[in-house]
């Protein structure tokens, strides 16, 4: 027999000898270059992915919409078979593309790029009158342009949210209630955008924030200085068996510089940070300017003396204004927390009643233009609509989902909202659809408008009216949160002076703002002409989303002033090394 003899070849472990007929040899040989061929195709496509575009995502939506909505599902329900189709399937595919950039002391510490996706799929099962709803939430869907695997993901998808649905509604039954999930009725939308977001250079951004945290790290008092630079595009893609289809494409840019120094063996900082949805309006001098005034303010923190816990004449600015909406009132009108019999914060039956000072208006509008918080249609596919929530101290209205509207008998007005379920700090509790806040809008009626230095006089006259040696002024957030169960809040001021007198003002320490949301807002005797506010990421059950407070300052005649003492202890053994120049 005609044949070779190869050591160690390519069918026997190194070492063997195996005897290879050259017919079959040639024909083993064409077959390994068709398959190493389209080994080689299938790896440049995960080098280089072509993403999943909207034809692809809506062809495979549709597909499995279809089979699920005619396919008649059995369930044993209480000893009984029960026959049913789906009452609704509902998808939102989101689509991200990151760029996370870490700098610290002049240095570059990282620079990542990610793509990823998440697939949220909703299913109702029932009648009209009530049904039992479910939801899924993965990221497991394909990047790649798939047809296929993307029709196995969504088909995986849509049997855990009907079965969960399925479940849903037995428990429900099984409790004879009557109010099962009911879903508002909304309009059908097709609005498919083709338009591609522009990349973004961040080199010049990148080489600013380096200098800028260089000649910050400069100072021997001040033992680190940070910069963070997040960019993302999100692409978003929606469909429901009801015939709505939307696609949209949207960008965010943050950026945030902190420095760091020790007082009293505890680590302070203070930081800024800037987001913006449309690149072309980076102001790096701006950028410069702030980062400058940022360590003039650390220096004069050094000095600065504590704040004594008290109850004080307050005025805030726009910023901390704003927040204290959002924390105290903004979540207790998110729809899906009325009734809740623990939450001492919710509005439930307070429609028509007062629950602010009669000048007070109060919106939440994602449709304003630019905004951080806006969008053009919520994550159920319903058209973002402007809400007026409080007008003239008294409660108008609620943020709703299609869920929390049914339940009232009323519609929607496009707040149904859920961030990454990876989620911005931390992992989201689920990335089920919830009321959200998006952009909250506070302002007073023209009568009780002023000036800054008005509302500086007026907190004057009152400290004189209580004899008070000063009242404070606490400008910008560090952030704020509320306890539901309880109704307490504490906001934690940037910056606070004391505004005494006399005329003189000191800037102060450590100071905490407490107290439950009527107690404060009550205490709002005038609101500036001003329009400030704060840009950031707000975390609830949905996970974290996009909001902005957009609001005046406010002149509050009594506020609660408690001391801040949740700093990290710094232990230092030694100081940190001096900058020393590098030879170029």
Sequence with gaps: MKGSV????????????????????????????????????????????????AET??????????????????????????????????YMFKLFE?????????ALVSDNLRTHNELTTAAKVGGKKGSGSGCDCNTSTPLENDYNSLRRALWRSSLNAVSAAVSSYAEEIGKQKKELTVLSEEERIVDIRTDELAEFDASE???????????MARKKWITAANARVSVEKQSKFFLNSEGTRIKTSEFYLTISLDAKMVLDGKE???????????????????IYEKAENLVAKLAELRKAPKQEPGVYPVLLDGEMHGVCWHEAIGHGLEAHRLGVEDDAGSFGAMIGKKIAPPFVRVEDDPTLKGRWGSYEYDDEGVRAQRVVLVKRGVLESYLHSRGTAGKKG??????????????????????????????M????????????????????????????????????????????????????????????????????????????????????????????????????????????????????????IAR?????????????????????
């Design 6 to 53: 190869v050591a160690g070849g390519r069918a026997g472990r190194q070492g063997e000898i195996t005897c290879y007929n050259s017919g079959e040899d040639a024909v083993a040989r064409r077959k390994f270059a068709g398959v190493r061929a389209l080994v080689e195709t299938v790896a440049g496509r995960v080098a280089r992915p072509c993403l999943l575009d």
């Design 57 to 90: 995502v809506f062809r495979a939506m549709r597909a499995e919409t279809r089979r699920f909505m005619r396919h008649e599902f059995e369930e044993e329900l209480f000893g009984k078979k029960v026959k049913f189709h789906p009452g609704l399937i509902s």
């Design 98 to 106: 990151e760029r996370k950039i870490v700098i610290n002391d002049g």
């Design 205 to 215: 951004l990148v080489g600013a924030l380096k200098f800028l945290t260089s000649q």
């Design 268 to 286: 302070h900082s203070l930081g800024m940070q800037f987001n913006l949805r449309d690149p072309s309006k980076l102001d790096l001098a701006l």
């Design 410 to 439: 009323v519609k929607s007005n496009g707040h149904a909202r859920a961030g990454s379920v990876i989620g911005k700090e931390e992992e989201a509790d689920s990335g089920i659809p919830t009321p959200r806040m998006s952009n």
């Design 441 to 560: 809008k506070i302002e007073a009626s023209r009568g009780k408008r002023k000036t800054f230095e008005q509302l500086v006089e007026q907190l004057k006259e009152i400290c004189r009216e209580k004899e008070l040696e000063y009242g404070l002024y606490c400008v910008g957030s560090e952030g704020g949160e509320v306890d539901t169960n309880t109704g307490h809040f504490k906001f934690i001021p940037k910056e606070t002076f004391r505004i005494y007198v006399d005329g003189r003002v000191e800037r102060v320490r450590d100071a905490v703002v407490i107290g439950t949301p009527y107690q404060l807002l009550s205490q709002i005797v005038a609101c500036g002409s001003d329009k400030g506010g704060m840009t950031g990421h707000c975390g609830a059950e949905s996970g974290w989303v996009t909001s902005e407070e957009i609001a005046p300052h406010a002149l509050l005649k009594s506020a609660e």
């Design 564 to 584: 801040r003492n949740d700093y990290e202890k710094a232990e230092h053994l030694l100081p940190p090394p001096k900058f020393v120049e590098q030879k170029k």
